[in-house]
């Protein structure tokens, strides 16, 4: 016995395989598979009827004949003249009529007009276990084949049989089967060519649909001015077709209008950072100016005030860098584009290590280098800020002692080459590795102790990596974090 469990499987995998087929498949599949039962119900029921009518006319001849057949072998011709014999009595019967006479179970006399001699023993048999019957009924007699008899009782108290054949019925049955087979066969076939082309110029518009639907999913709908595609053509739009084409239309004009209010924002965000940033250059350098000239200048100030002036130097110092990074975010917005010249990737990684094995001795810091040069096309300085920072972010988010390499190295990749800054300290939680290069997004204090990050460096990193047409990735699990990155070659 089957369990529920297994139907479910078998009901499941029949529902995913049908599934896969193609809606014009499905379609043209129902328009057959109906036809076919249409074809099977008419051809049945035509052959059923058909069938029924031949036999009542059968059955109607077999009465109208009689018994005549079968009475002029109840008596012999002794009784009367030779010339009115058995045989002249059968004058008028079709040939192939059975005629018998039966009595205690015995067949007494029997004959089939134009087949002398024709009836077995078999057959004999058969007749004899007759009994009399209202109705005719259908017999399969030995050689003979298939025969309609009527058993009436006889005057002397024995059984008269009279039979006609059924294969004239089965001929005219058999030629009617084979001449539907063949005009349904060919009427599916027709039909299911028909209505596959006629299913496909139905489909056509969703073909459309289909192909400007992929053309959005190519466009870079995540950053700047989009222009969608041309609008699906809607020929029809009383159909269901047509419905799916305007309901289309529809999404790609909201999407449209939702994405240009969004760049309208954002270009409307850039250039209030833009602007506030260099507003705020000047305010800050004076602080941080002042500050500077306090310190220098009056060295007798209580040691409180000395306190509160270095952080008003080192706040300013801090808010001077972020406001720097901002206008380089804003610039590599606004002008994605860069200046481009031959840069020797590994002079920039030996000159960030280098930087930071004097100021950040805490750490190890190694490289990993090929024996010859590896250049890029770039720009010098945002490659350098870019692999500071993804340095920096190394030495802030992670415990002194800990390992960091360096590595530049041409993969296998045609055009292509690779920067990769690998440490070892504890990893980015998962909670917020996906959304590390967000800006203003700060790690969590398991990575270090500390806070000073504004959230800026990955973004910046993220962006000049863009701007250079590349790209780059992180992974990160407690013992192992790595940012990637792949350049085009020079």
Do not use: C
Request: no cysteine; hydrophobic share 40%.
């Amino acid at each position: 016995m089957t369990s529920p469990s297994r139907l479910r499987d078998a009901r499941s995998a029949i529902a995913a395989r049908t599934a896969r087929i193609s809606l014009r498949a499905r379609l043209v599949a129902v328009l057959v598979a109906l036809l076919l039962v249409t074809s099977a119900v008419v051809a049945i029921v035509s052959l059923l009827l058909l069938h029924n009518f031949l036999q009542d006319r059968l059955d109607q001849q077999l009465v109208q004949a009689g018994q005549r057949y079968a009475i002029s072998l109840e008596h012999p011709s002794s009784d009367r003249d030779p010339d009115d014999a058995a045989f002249s009595s059968v004058v008028g019967q079709p040939e192939g009529t059975l005629g018998a006479r039966a009595a205690d179970g015995v067949v007494t006399a029997a004959g089939v007009v134009g087949r002398p001699g024709s009836l077995s023993d078999g057959a004999r048999s058969v007749i004899a276990s007759f009994r009399v019957s209202t109705k005719p009924r259908s017999v399969d007699l030995p050689v003979l084949g298939e025969y309609r008899v009527l058993v009436t009782a006889g005057r002397d108290g024995d059984l008269l049989v009279t039979g006609l054949p059924e294969h004239a019925v089965d001929e005219t049955i058999t030629q009617l089967a084979t001449i539907e087979t063949t005009v349904f066969g060919i009427a599916v076939v027709v039909a299911a060519i028909t209505g596959a082309v006629s299913v496909r110029l139905s489909l056509r518009p969703l073909h459309r649909v289909t192909g400007t639907a992929l053309r959005v999913s190519a466009l870079p709908l995540g950053t700047g001015e989009v222009s969608m595609p041309e609008r699906v053509p809607t020929s029809a739009p009383g159909t269901e077709v047509g419905q799916v084409a305007e309901a289309f239309n529809s999404m790609l004009e909201h999407v449209e209008k939702s994405l240009s209010q969004r760049h309208t924002s954002e270009d409307r965000l850039r250039h209030f950072a833009a602007d506030a940033s260099h507003e705020l250059r000047t305010p800050v350098a004076v602080i941080r100016s002042h500050a500077e000239f306090v310190l220098r200048t009056a060295p007798d100030l209580p040691d409180d005030v000395r306190q509160a002036v270095e952080r008003i130097h080192a706040e300013s110092d801090r808010m001077g860098r972020l406001v720097d990074d901002l206008l380089l975010l804003a610039r590599l917005d606004a002008q994605p584009g860069i200046e481009r010249s031959d840069v020797d990737l590994t002079r920039l990684a030996l000159d960030a290590v280098g930087d930071l094995r004097r100021t950040a001795a805490e750490h190890r810091w190694q490289l990993d280098l090929p024996p010859e040069p590896v250049q890029v096309r770039g720009d010098a300085h945002a490659l350098h800020q870019a692999v500071a920072n993804l340095l920096g972010n190394a030495r802030t988010h992670t415990p002194p002692g800990t390992i960091v390499t360096v590595t530049v190295r041409i993969p296998d990749t045609a055009g292509i080459v690779e920067l990769s800054v690998r440490d070892d300290g504890p990893g980015i939680p998962g909670i917020v590795l996906p959304h590390v290069f967000e800006r203003f997004r700060r790690g969590d204090h398991s990575r270090g102790p500390d806070t000073s990050n504004a959230g800026l460096g990955l973004s910046i990193v993220e962006a000049i990596v863009r701007a250079h047409d590349g790209t780059i990735t992180v992974q990160s699990e407690p013992g192992r974090t790595e940012f990637t990155v792949h350049l085009p070659a020079a």
